[in-house]
């Protein structure tokens, strides 16, 4: 008999988890990006097409991609519905704790689920422009809060996966 206790995930949680939207790649995405590591598989990959509409640049359509957990899953597809038809730069705005408070909450733990996706969608927006050789005035020159943790993050996961390997050459 398992000794594991289940994770406290909110009802929207599990229903995302078991229904999730916008999942899949876009065959004619303006931009992809990544953010975690395909190492151990904690890693979301968000494809964003964007067109313009009355001088400004919208996000037309958006899916993603998640070799995460459920609260991965969960906080990329309400991430796609909310931003979904936003303006970029609102888009922008959007925060992991925003996030997680759509999603009625998420336990600790799981707080770098939600990170990862925002930090992914920061970076998506990011290298948009950097590809089209613009800076727009609302985005700022340093990293994001999102973006900074998701890197810290990435560099975690690679420490820890080197290690694994390590330990499993000496012992294997
Ligand atoms: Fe790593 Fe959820 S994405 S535990």
Request: net charge positive; hydrophobic share 35%.
């Given at each position: 008999?398992?000794?594991r206790?289940?994770?406290?995930?909110?009802?929207?949680?599990?229903?995302?988890?078991?229904?999730?939207?916008?999942v899949?790649s876009?065959?004619?995405?303006?931009?992809?990006?990544?953010?975690?590591?395909?190492?151990?598989g904690?890693m979301?990959?968000?494809?964003l097409k964007?067109?313009?509409?009355n001088?400004?640049?919208?996000?037309?359509?958006?899916?993603?991609?998640?070799?995460?957990?459920?609260?991965?899953?969960?906080?990329a597809?309400?991430?796609?519905?909310?931003?979904?038809?936003?303006?970029?730069?609102?888009?922008?705005?959007?925060?992991?704790?925003?996030i997680?408070?759509?999603?009625?909450?998420?336990?600790?733990?799981?707080?770098?689920?939600s990170?990862?996706?925002?930090?992914?969608?920061?970076r998506?927006?990011?290298?948009?422009?950097?590809?089209?050789g613009?800076?727009?005035?609302?985005?700022?020159k340093?990293?994001s809060?999102?973006?900074k943790?998701?890197?810290?993050?990435e560099?975690?996961?690679?420490?820890l996966?080197?290690?694994?390997?390590?330990?499993?050459?000496?012992?294997?």
């Amino acid at each position: 008999m398992s000794t594991r206790i289940p994770l406290p995930y909110t009802p929207k949680v599990l229903e995302l988890f078991k229904n999730p939207k916008n999942v899949g790649s876009l065959s004619d995405a303006s931009i992809v990006a990544k953010a975690g590591s395909p190492a151990c598989g904690d890693m979301i990959r968000l494809y964003l097409k964007v067109s313009k509409k009355n001088n400004e640049d919208y996000i037309e359509k958006i899916t993603f991609e998640s070799y995460g957990c459920a609260a991965n899953i969960a906080a990329a597809s309400i991430l796609t519905e909310m931003v979904k038809g936003k303006k970029m730069s609102e888009a922008w705005k959007i925060t992991w704790k925003q996030i997680a408070d759509e999603l009625g909450g998420l336990p600790p733990i799981k707080f770098h689920c939600s990170i990862l996706a925002v930090g992914a969608l920061k970076r998506a927006i990011r290298a948009y422009y950097t590809k089209q050789g613009k800076h727009p005035p609302w985005l700022p020159k340093s990293l994001s809060l999102e973006e900074k943790q998701t890197m810290e993050e990435e560099e975690l996961i690679e420490k820890l996966y080197s290690k694994y390997l390590k330990y499993n050459t000496k012992t294997g």
